[in-house]
């Protein structure tokens, strides 16, 4: 991460941007323990209490680190709910970066919180039906499968 | 310029707040 993906002048002005940067080694503590760590690089995203909303463990290239991020920011107001918020996030991943890992992943919780901020099904049914066609193989496909039946 | 870390998440919490940020936190191996 230190060599290639967190110098890349993408992921620099997007941190600076949004998201408060904090680094730590693997074996300090009491943060190491605190936060379970077993392995190098975990990056999680914490809210702005200090409270843990989303992690990853294992090398992310910059194209798949900032979906990755906003990702988590998203979780972040999804579980604060936030849904707007949570949304925002969510699109800027399925604009900028669609074909990413996290994709699946924000269509599903773009479905979930357009529901919770709605309380219209047709934002679970868009889902399902999103990740059946751009994203079929995906685990959020089957997760979002019963929506189909709205 | 690269990013600007903090060590610490005590320092980093007032400035969350602060700026409505949240927290990217970083563990890495300094090999």
Redesign the interface.
């Known amino acids: 991460?230190?060599a290639v993906s967190?110098?890349d002048k993408k992921?620099?002005d997007f941190?600076?941007k949004?998201?408060?940067?904090?680094?730590?080694?693997?074996d300090e503590q009491p943060?190491?323990s605190d936060?379970n760590?077993r392995w190098?690089?975990?990056?999680?995203?914490?809210?702005?209490?200090?409270k843990e909303?989303h992690r990853t463990v294992g090398f992310l290239p910059p194209e798949e680190l900032i979906p990755s991020?906003l990702l988590?920011?998203g979780k972040?107001h999804f579980d604060n709910n936030e849904f707007k918020e949570a949304i925002e996030s969510f699109d800027k991943i399925l604009s900028g970066f669609p074909g990413s890992h996290s994709s699946p992943e924000a269509v599903y919780l773009r479905g979930v919180s357009i529901y919770k901020e709605t309380h219209d099904t047709r934002g679970l049914k868009e889902a399902c039906e999103t990740l059946q066609s751009k994203y079929p193989g995906s685990e959020w496909a089957k997760r979002a499968s019963p929506y189909n039946l709205l | 310029?690269?990013?600007?870390?903090?060590?610490?998440?005590k320092?980093?919490?007032p400035?969350?707040?602060a700026?409505?940020?949240?927290?990217?936190?970083?563990?890495?191996?300094?090999g």
Do not use: C
């Open positions: 991460m230190g967190y110098p992921v620099v941190v600076a949004n998201m408060i940067p904090v680094q730590v080694r693997f943060i190491a936060f760590l190098t690089p975990t990056i999680i995203t914490l809210d702005m209490e200090g909303h991020l988590g920011i972040a | 310029m690269g990013i600007e870390w903090k060590n610490s998440l320092d980093a919490i400035d969350a707040k700026q409505k940020k949240p927290i990217l936190l970083d563990f890495f191996n300094p």
